[in-house]
């Protein structure tokens, strides 16, 4: 394998570094997210029972829903690494635009449920929540925020993995180099498992 | 690897797809944008040195001397958020590491040279964003560096800008730790194990893995600390339910490990420079590189030792006293074993030993201060002095802030292939080093007598301290401005140093032309030996005709 010889910089292709640069990045965005669960959990341990309460105004059945299309999303990403991998570009292309709107579906999903919630008038600063306790104004705070963030690493893996499409079509990702692509999809499940810890923290646990 | 000539043109001269500035903004070349880096670090440092140099002026008598409160309060704050994000933070990973790290270890870049360039700018923008947050509408930021809850979301000055910069100037960071684990993973020489590795290299690899690990926390609170600016979230704000000492835990958990993404780096300088001016081994090699590991670990532990006096119970002010006096354990190991190897050596006094001794004895009276303070009694006693602000100047000035200057006259041969006049640099050092220590050590008594950190006005008790401590400003100010001087003109107009091995070192950059080739090694070389052996006679020999 060509990665453990050291040539010239800028022509080098060390999919091992690749690899390890993307698993160190992976550590910085759980981290991020860690600092958020940090707050979580002092807060729920705090205001026990306002989280309780205000748990209960969340939607379980949008949320569930939600887990359903990421986890699946996340095996279709996971296909179409196979898929490349067996030389069939087309069905890698296949995959990653079922990946893409999968995608869109989460977030089409949570513009609804957002939307809901600022119709009866709970949003960050709104008087109908600061009126609340402020246990349950933390949980909102902390809903907003953490899934806000969520949402927005759902955003860019979008954009990432509509390039990788591109670079598949035009025959920069192949069966020999599909680095990009697995970085991509190490990403994608990032998120996926972060919301996995986001769906029981806010929806189950009440 | 097109053409044999292109071998041996210096990376200064080489051409690659740009010419001009653009050959140098666009580079992936890690010493061109080690380059970039120090001049954009020396311009942040000068703006920083002048709102230090003002801040003196303006405590040289109590009440009002040059400026106005508000004012004050400005330009402590970005005196603080200059130094910290912009200089000590990037300060040597950046300048030094991007430069010298590939070469030590014997590679020709680092792992991701695209995403290194991509860190300058993401530095270079928040920059920008922290200059923008001085001259828009509003006023500078005056909350501190800290930007503690309540008064950061509460203030109408432009802190949202400041949070910006210093949320990008993290990626910034973070990008280069990455950068700098993966290269030293993959890309050491044929025969360069752990342990065979320069010391500074354990530095700069402890500190990347405080970067990746530390970094993120600090970016999603001061992200936080804008949302609640923005939207009033109520996370931290008191008044709308949040807690505001658990912002400063999230502060420091990243800005406590900080402090040490500062120093190990000076410290890795310190251990590259001593063997080379004592002609002799370094003593002590495998305490010294785990011991930089330690200080990784355990100063990521100790964050809450900034808040003993902010509410917390007795059983964590205990642990934290405790984990706190262990840090000192390895910090110690590496002073003994720097002051062992230097004991019996062939001393050779020169410019970038004299910072390095600097850099010992300040940081020697830095870190024993902090040891103090780790005292939970003592602790409640100096807590928010002038004794604390001396204390990390004297560990983030006099010891980073001296390691950088050591690493700039140690190195600066290699990087520009001319020579400073020694003489002058030797006179220089003197009054930065005078100039320092007649500036900050007052601090420690004043400060021990009850003078509050960050006052614009002060008892008169306090004002002789103050007159001596704004004069010594006025000796280390312009002796540094001299440093810049000279070493910005000879990098142009100084004598040209075609020798390999200038000062007799054995490490890789010694065997590289100077200055280095774009690729550093014609061949990779092959490493079989530990760093600092100094077996071969011939070297000093060599060197002792040489000068």
Request: no cysteine.
């Amino acid at each position: 394998m060509s990665s453990s010889e050291h040539t010239v910089s800028h022509v080098h292709r060390d999919d091992v570094a690749s690899r390890m640069g993307m698993w160190l990045f992976l550590f910085t965005e759980l981290l991020l997210f860690g600092g958020m669960f940090i707050l979580y959990s002092v807060y729920r341990y705090n205001n026990p029972d306002a989280f309780h309460l205000a748990a209960k105004e969340l939607n379980t059945i949008i949320g569930t829903f939600n887990t359903a299309i990421l986890l699946t999303s996340s095996l279709t990403m996971a296909l179409s690494i196979t898929a490349i991998q067996r030389n069939n570009k087309s069905l890698s292309i296949f995959f990653q635009l079922i990946t893409v709107v999968l995608a869109l579906g989460f977030m089409v999903n949570k513009y609804f449920e957002w939307g809901a919630k600022f119709h009866h008038g709970i949003y960050p600063g709104s008087n109908e929540l600061l009126s609340k306790p402020a246990g349950e104004v933390l949980f909102f705070g902390l809903y907003y925020v953490m899934t806000g963030l969520h949402g927005i690493h759902v955003l860019i893996g979008i954009g990432l993995i509509l390039f990788m499409t591109y670079y598949t079509v035009k025959d920069i990702i192949t069966k020999d180099n599909y680095m990009k692509l697995e970085s991509a999809g190490l990403y994608w499940h990032l998120v996926d498992i972060i919301w996995i810890f986001l769906f029981p923290l806010f929806y189950l646990i009440t | 690897m097109s053409n044999q000539n292109h071998n041996e043109v210096s990376y200064l001269e080489y051409q690659g797809k740009y010419k001009g500035i653009l050959s140098w903004i666009l580079s992936t070349d890690h010493k061109r944008i080690g380059i970039l880096y120090l001049i954009s670090l020396m311009i942040f440092l000068i703006v920083g040195i002048t709102f230090g140099l003002l801040m003196r002026l303006e405590l040289l008598t109590p009440g009002k001397t040059i400026m106005d409160p508000q004012t004050y309060n400005a330009i402590f704050t970005l005196h603080g958020v200059i130094m910290i994000f912009l200089f000590v933070v990037p300060g040597l990973p950046a300048v030094f590491g991007n430069f010298f790290l590939p070469i030590l270890i014997g590679a020709k870049d680092v792992a991701f040279p695209k995403w290194n360039l991509t860190s300058w700018y993401l530095y270079v923008i928040g920059g920008l964003l922290a200059i923008i947050s001085i001259l828009l509408p509003g006023g500078p930021s005056d909350t501190g560096w800290t930007f503690y809850i309540p008064y950061s979301v509460r203030t109408g000055t432009n802190v949202t800008f400041a949070l910006f910069a210093a949320f990008i100037l993290g990626f910034s960071s973070i990008l280069t730790g990455l950068n700098f684990i993966t290269t030293v993973h993959r890309l050491r020489a044929p025969g360069m194990t752990w342990f065979k590795m320069p010391l500074s290299i354990w530095s700069f690899y402890s500190t990347a893995w405080i970067q990746i690990l530390a970094t993120p926390i600090i970016g999603i609170t001061l992200l936080l600390v804008a949302f609640e600016r923005f939207f009033k979230v109520g996370l931290f704000d008191p008044a709308l339910g949040g807690d505001p000492v658990l912002y400063q835990h999230l502060f420091w958990i990243y800005s406590h490990p900080a402090v040490y993404i500062m120093i190990l780096p000076a410290m890795g300088v310190v251990s590259e420079i001593i063997p080379v001016f004592a002609r002799r081994t370094i003593f002590g090699y495998n305490f010294i590189a785990m011991s930089s590991v330690a200080i990784a670990l355990f100063g990521s532990l100790v964050w809450a030792h900034h808040m003993f006096t902010a509410g917390m119970s007795n059983t964590s002010q205990l642990i934290f006293s405790l984990l706190t006096m262990i840090v000192a354990i390895p910090s110690a190991i590496k002073v003994f074993n720097w002051v062992a190897t230097l004991y019996k050596g062939s001393i050779d006094l020169q410019v970038p030993l004299l910072y390095v001794l600097a850099f010992i004895f300040q940081f020697t009276i830095g870190g024993l201060t902090g040891v103090m303070q780790g005292v939970l009694s003592i602790d409640i006693h100096v807590h928010d002095t002038s004794f604390i602000v001396a204390h990390f100047h004297y560990v983030m000035f006099g010891g980073t802030g001296f390691g950088f200057f050591a690493a700039l006259h140690y190195w600066f041969p290699k990087m520009f292939g001319r020579m400073y006049n020694k003489k002058l640099a030797e006179r220089t050092f003197w009054g930065v080093f005078v100039g320092f220590n007649v500036l900050y050590f007052p601090m420690f008594i004043m400060g021990w007598l009850g003078m509050p950190r960050r006052y614009y006005d002060y008892l008169a008790e306090y004002q002789i301290y103050h007159v001596i401590s704004t004069i010594g400003s006025w000796i280390l100010v312009p002796s540094v401005f001299l440093m810049f001087g000279y070493l910005v003109y000879s990098a142009f107009k100084g004598v040209v140093v075609t020798e390999k091995n200038i000062w007799g070192g054995e490490t890789l950059e010694w065997q590289i032309d100077t200055p280095p080739i774009h690729e550093n090694f014609t061949e990779i070389p092959a490493v079989t030996e530990k760093p600092y052996e100094y077996k071969s006679n011939d070297l000093i020999t060599q060197f002792s005709e040489a000068k």
